[in-house]
């Protein structure tokens, strides 16, 4: 009897044993699989970028080549960095201004005050900015008179200028443009 029973527990064993084993290589072969598909995918996309990128630059060679050599001849009379500006409608003796003093030197307002007369252009109100802190010296034009601000900035040699900031165009009294004395 003894051997009857033996044999039940063996069988029971076993069963147990191969589903376990099964299991095992299952999930080896899924992790196989895993590595495989995570290393397929990392790496495709650097491949097929520069696949594709090639094929980009293949495709509209002709194009780009006349579109460059277009650029060519607009870089000539316009630097790239800078977006073409808008010419100066109003002759310089009619194009009003604004002189603000904001680095706190006592005068200095009245001087580039003096300083723009003497370029033709005409000068309304002179004062003190709201803030006597500003780093460099800038221009600042109402709508519509970006060729304007452009040119008083060349001829007194500014390299920020922009549109009002912080400024409302009924603060200018008619002017067109705003120079802020910096540091």
Do not use: C
């Not at 300083?115 to 033709?120: D, N, P, Q």
């Amino acid at each position: 009897m003894d051997h009857p029973a033996r044999l039940d527990t063996e069988l029971a064993v076993q069963p147990w044993q191969r589903a376990t084993l099964l299991f095992a290589v299952i999930a080896a072969l899924e992790l196989v699989l895993l590595i495989v598909a995570g290393g397929a995918l990392l790496a495709k996309p650097h491949t097929s970028h520069r696949s594709t990128a090639k094929a980009a630059t293949a495709r509209h060679a002709p194009a780009t080549h006349a579109t460059s050599a277009a650029r060519k001849s607009k870089t000539q009379t316009t630097p790239k960095h800078q977006p073409a500006a808008s010419a100066a409608e109003l002759p310089r003796r009619k194009v009003k201004l604004v002189v603000l003093n904001g680095n706190g030197r006592q005068g200095a307002a009245a001087a580039a005050a003096a300083r723009v007369k003497s370029r033709g252009y005409k000068v309304g109100t002179v004062a003190n900015a709201p803030r006597q802190d500003y780093p460099q010296t800038i221009v600042m034009y109402r709508r519509g008179f970006e060729g304007e601000g452009q040119r008083l900035a060349h001829d007194l040699g500014i390299q920020v200028v922009g549109p009002l900031d912080g400024m409302k165009p009924a603060q200018l009294h008619g002017a067109q443009a705003v120079l802020i004395l910096g540091g």
